[in-house]
C-alpha cells in the first residue's frame, strides 16, 4: 500500500491528474492547482481517507463551490485504489483512480 501513487480524477465537465504519496496512515499530493494532506485507514479491501485541499495555483474545479474538506471511500484493487470523494453538503462525487508507480 505505502508508495508514490498517478492520481486521476475527475467531476462532471472537468478531469485532473496529480501525484499522490501513501505511508502508513497519511496521504500526501498535488495537482496543478490544489495540494492536499490527510490521514486514512484500511479495513480488508475498504480504504477511508479525510483530506484537506489547499489551493495553490488559480483554476481548477471546486466540486460545486464546497469547502476544502474531503472525503474518500475507496475499493484496493491490487496496485490500484477506485474510489469517490465528496466534500460535506456538496452533491457532487469526484471519481478517482490511484494507480501505484513505485512501492516504498
Known sequence: MNGLYKAIYSVP??????????DNG???????THAFYGTY????EA????????????????MGGGGNELTITG???????RGKGTIPGV???MDILLQQIKAI
Open 91 to 93: 452533491p457532487v462525487k
Open 26 to 32: 497519511k496521504i500526501y499530493g498535488s495537482d496543478r
Open 41 to 44: 485507514t484500511i479495513s480488508g
Open 13 to 22: 465537465g472537468d478531469r485532473n491528474e496529480g501525484i499522490v504519496f501513501i
Open 75 to 81: 475499493t484496493l484493487e491490487g496496485d490500484k485504489i
Open 47 to 62: 480504504l477511508s481517507a479525510n483530506l484537506t485541499r489547499i489551493q495553490h495555483a488559480h483554476g481548477g474545479y471546486n
